[in-house]
T-cell receptor
């Protein structure tokens, strides 16, 4: 089945120690997103890639970076995690075409990040 | 201003009861898109439905049905004969036509189905 895969499902890191979360997709969608979701809150968009074009949300901290080496993979790098970065990180994909109506986003299972 | 309001923070019903989750949205756009997502305890957001602003037809999918009313800016979700597996947080979301792919999310409604 076509899907969005996130690894690892659970990640523990130390305060200030860089961490990388990965996302892969078999849907061949051209747009990939990274969301942060804290407990009892709605997801918050950090950034997205439209094909190779990176789009950062205005309020995303510089501590968060992303890479998309190819269509299938996308990485979230947290350079110096703080206690406030502990959250669920969700990757999503969608197929979008300029001038067409927007399509739904498909989400991966998420990576729960703990910062000690 | 663009906004999605899910006024019901938590709903608890007994299995087999019908339950309606409310979603009220605000937008000045004439073209927009509405979504419902389900987030079970496992954490994965599951897409349920997309509705375009120019399509006011209600939809039924098994035990799920959606009532879209532009006159009241509402897009409500009803589960008929609820089951324990329906227990989850349900999010309603709005996307504007020129939003650069940003979804405006409601706060979510936590639905608890008791056996």
């Amino acid at each position: 089945d076509a899907m969005v895969i996130q690894n690892p499902r659970y990640q523990v890191t130390q305060f200030g120690k860089p961490v990388t979360l990965s996302c892969s997709q078999t849907l061949n969608h051209n747009v990939m997103y990274w969301y942060q979701q804290k407990s009892s809150q709605a997801p918050k968009l950090l950034f997205h890639y439209y094909d190779k074009d990176f789009n950062n949300e205005a309020d995303t901290p510089d501590n968060f970076q992303s890479r998309r080496p190819n269509t299938s993979f996308c990485f979230l790098d947290i350079r110096s995690p703080g206690l406030g970065d502990a959250a669920m990180y969700l990757c999503a994909t969608s197929r979008e075409k300029a001038g067409s109506s927007y399509n739904e986003q498909f989400f991966g299972p998420g990576t729960r990040l703990t910062v000690l | 201003a663009q906004k999605v309001t899910q006024a019901q923070t938590e709903i608890s019903v007994v299995e087999k009861e019908d339950v309606t989750l409310d979603c009220v949205y605000e937008t000045r756009d004439t073209t927009y898109y509405l979504f419902w997502y389900k987030q079970p305890p496992s954490g994965e957001l599951v897409f349920l439905i997309r509705r375009n602003s120019f399509d006011e037809q209600n939809e039924i999918s098994g035990r799920y049905s959606w009532n879209f009313q532009k006159s009241t800016s509402s897009f409500n979700f009803t589960i008929t004969a609820s089951q324990v597996v329906d227990s989850a947080v349900y999010f309603c979301a709005l996307r504007r036509e020129d939003s650069n792919y940003q979804l405006i999310w409601g706060a979510g409604t936590k639905l608890i189905i008791k056996p």
